[in-house]
């Protein structure tokens, strides 16, 4: 026996200097499977047991019953508040419940065993073969995607909203997640001001086709690359690249991601209380985002950002919708239902025929502009907020 457990200490040393080189890529998990002499199986499964359990996850289950073995009670008391509460939770997202709001201590993998063991979770099918995922950019910055999805986010609210979300391709981190009606420009340019007023400018932005992120001259065909959307435009300004995917495959990333989204929001609005879109981003931007982040979020491949910081405040007159006008014989701009008259300046007397530009922001603020000079802000009714170049 005490040959036994030396033969164990060893081996159990050595599996703990392999999984480390793993860790950091040094190794494949194949190659040091066979280093050890066990199958990848038996690899990943003392890989996890020491997750959860520690350094006495290791110990040879055949030298007697261990130390920390369940006890039944717990077993039960987890089992009742699945059956009781979380009905439908992933056993990931029923073990984070337990740990954060019962004072649950046992492991995930112990959890996992005795749910499927009680038939309230299936066991996992078997993967299909392997399909390498395109790699990820090295530094966060480096490419953003932006996706929604629309889908009966708030319990019983008998409607089903969009959830727009941008996030990073080298960590999966979401830098913007909201809810809204409908999906568009205003909402695209929103995400984008959310991203920028943070971190800066970032190299590229991957998108589905949809028609606020692309022209498509020929249905199912390729986008224009001169005919360009609002967003088009802006992206152009801003020097950031614009891609565009062709296959649900290619946005692989954000669509893992509106998977894991779906699963456990609904449910967490719920334990939450929320029932409001208002209530909801709050919860989102404040609560949910850090936490998602915290547990799903991966490490860049290298040190250092992609992103820039714009000091000359450019992006947020950039990112909005932009039209010219020609301004009216009473000295006003039709902007679609509002009519919008500009007030006196030391410009000039009138600005009558002229063709001004007219900026519209994504809380629904107006700006009307005469080349680089801002004549006028505007509220969202067309009451005017703000003259610049106001007369003496």
Known sequence: MDRARLHEG???MRFEELLARQTRGELGQEAAAEMLGITDRTFRRWRDRLRD??????????FGPSGRRASRVEIERMLGLYRDRYVGFTVKHFHEQLVKRHDYVLGYTVTKVHLQRAGLVRVATKRSAHRKKRPRRPMIGMMLHQDASTHAW????DRQDDLVVTLDDATSAIYSAFLVDEEGTASTFRGLREVVSRHGLFCSLYTDRGSHYFQ???AGGRVSKTQLTQVGRALKQLGIEHIAAYSPEARGRSERAFRTLQDRLPKEFAMA??????????WLAETYIPQHNAAFAVEAEQEGSGFVQDRTGAWSDI????????????NTVKWHRLCLQLPPSRLRPHFVKATVRVHEYPNGCIAVFLGPHRLADFNADGTIAQTIFQAA
């Open 319 to 330: 990112l909005c919708v932009q039209e010219e006008r020609i301004v009216g014989n009473d």
């Open 273 to 282: 209380g929320i029932t409001s879109v208002e209530a909801a981003n709050r």
């Open 10 to 12: 060893i081996r159990r």
């Open 216 to 218: 498509t001259p020929e």
């Open 53 to 62: 359990e520690g350094v006495s996850g290791l110990d040879d289950r055949r």
């Open 154 to 157: 708030l319990a019983g609210v």
